[in-house]
């Protein structure tokens, strides 16, 4: 049967995205030429191509049906997921061709894997089946095991790469037998089904079913005790596939998570609310005092991803109570702010790795030091990341913290509030003390490699832009979040 024009719609960020990825590996094939300056080009062309596609189908205000049989589904809730997603894969091709210069890694298959990647993360947003589900998870996973090996020469980014795929198929396995459960306890993989009541001959094995799932997300988006992966795969993969993953990896697995346990499961919140809840708390908790002592800029900001985990599962806890769309809404905006926030600071500390340096030195507190008397507008754009990482007004963390906590209250979870305000406070250290190496330490000796990207200065800028026009203008794109949490239930 052929697919109806609003089905095209919203397919269409991901046939772009394949499309692009198609001709990237094709080109890599045939064109034989040295220089390879025009595959980022292309890619940002297909990052850009998907985003207006998603931004269309959220404002156009599509309505929401089933895809592939019931296998997916077409609402703004994924529409807003996927934008985000593109707007994170934009922002990582353009602060990548420098870096990759630098370690001369410019292959066409990294923007190919990236696009594919991207790809894999639209459709596990909008999977409303648990295989299909586990198709995308599985689609978006493999493109990131072989991006986290990409350094070739590099014996931490074939470790990282091996954790990461280790790790990966272990919380892949608890995936599949959780789905295995609920469709013994359901009689269906369908999560409209399931939403709808379905059940099967054995319910008692819904509980276990629920925490596999709930841990295999946990795996996905680094939570607490399920982090242990995180920080040594983020430092050895590629620091813009790393900013990839902590924006992209993360926004996918959370939409999936977020639909799979309010949405599928909103029937039963005694369930799994509470295990969400001990989770946040203790991801929260570990994250920022584990990102304290930290002098490696990049596994503190690791660290500091598996934080920011906490915080959104704060906004999943509040989806327990009648504030399920607020919740939602809360959700959306923290993984669109979180994910420019990201990406930037990922960006700037990969401009200033130091090259064929060993994991205590390449991203040395201490290579920001002065940084703001050498590179003023690098030093100024780490900064606005950093505050807003922190959660400091007027920038896009503040906001998206203040909806997330707001949503926790008005949910009755007053302690778990309270306890991300403290824990916010405690991460302003670590944040705050790369702007005070940045702008009251004098340089450390060592002459900064002046290499300049135009495409990473462009990267840098439009994620430094966003940071302050989330932070200072919300209200329209709350307005696109509410929308798309509201067609959700």
């Known amino acids: 049967m052929i697919p109806s024009a609003i089905h095209l719609i919203v397919l269409l960020p991901v046939l772009l995205l394949s499309a692009g990825a198609c001709v990237l590996l094709l080109s890599e094939a045939f ?22 596609a998603a931004l269309y189908e959220l404002g156009a205000g ?35 061709p420098g870096f990759l210069r630098r370690h001369e890694a410019e292959r066409g298959e990294y923007y190919g894997l990236m696009l594919f990647a991207a790809a894999g993360m639209m459709l596990l947003a909008m999977s409303d089946d648990l295989v299909m589900m586990f198709v995308a998870l599985e689609t978006m996973s493999l493109a990131t095991y072989a ?3 990409w350094l070739r ?15 990966g198929a272990f919380s892949s396995a608890l995936f599949l ?107 929260m908790v570990a994250g920022n005092l584990l990102a304290l002592p930290q002098r490696n800029v990049k596994r503190m900001l690791a660290y500091s991803s598996i934080a920011h985990a906490g915080y ?29 926030t990201a990406i930037g600071a990922f960006g700037v500390a990969g401009a200033l790795e130091k090259k064929d340096a060993d994991g205590a030195t390449a991203w040395d507190l201490d290579r920001f030091s002065g940084l703001a008397r050498r590179r003023p507008i690098l030093a100024a754009c780490m900064a606005a990341f950093l505050v807003s990482l922190a959660g400091v007004p007027p920038t896009a963390g503040f906001m998206g913290k203040l909806l997330v906590f707001k949503a926790a209250i008005d949910a009755g979870q007053v302690a778990l509030a309270i306890v991300g305000v403290v824990t916010s406070a405690v991460g302003a250290y670590y944040y705050l003390r790369v702007v005070v190496y940045m702008y009251f330490r004098p340089p450390d000796g060592e002459p900064l490699v002046e290499e300049r990207s135009v495409a990473l200065d462009w990267g840098l800028g439009l994620a430094c832009a966003l940071v302050f026009v989330l932070g200072i203008g919300p209200g329209q794109v709350i307005e696109l979040a509410r929308r798309g949490a509201q067609l959700l239930f």
């Open 31 to 52: 064109l034989k030429g040295e220089d390879r300056r025009y595959q980022s080009v292309v890619a940002a062309i297909a990052a850009l191509l998907a985003l207006a």
């Open 62 to 96: 599509l309505p929401a049906g089933p895809l592939f049989k019931g296998a997916a589904r077409g609402d703004s809730f994924q529409a807003f997921v996927a934008a985000t997603i593109a707007a994170g894969l934009f922002l990582s091709v353009l602060v990548s």
């Open 147 to 149: 991006l986290a090996a």
């Open 153 to 167: 020469r590099s014996p931490r980014s074939a470790e990282s790469a091996f954790k990461y795929f280790i790790l």
């Open 177 to 283: 037998y959780g789905a295995a459960l609920v469709y013994g306890a359901t009689g269906t993989t369908a999560l409209s089904a399931v939403a709808q009541g379905a059940r099967g001959p054995h319910p008692e094995l819904l509980g276990p079913a629920l925490a596999l799932l709930v841990a295999a997300f946990g795996f996905k988006v680094a939570a607490v005790p399920f982090h242990m992966w995180a920080p040594d795969v983020y430092e050895g993969a590629p620091t813009p596939v790393t900013a990839f993953m902590a924006a992209g990896v993360k926004a996918a697995a959370f939409a999936a998570l977020f639909r799979t346990l309010a949405y599928a499961f909103q029937g039963s919140p005694e369930l799994w609310g509470p295990v969400v809840l001990v989770l946040a708390l203790l991801t």
């Open 312 to 340: 959104l599962l704060t906004g999943v806890v509040a989806a327990t109570g009648r504030t399920r769309t607020e919740a939602a809404e809360a959700l959306l905006f923290y993984l669109l702010a979180y994910t420019v």
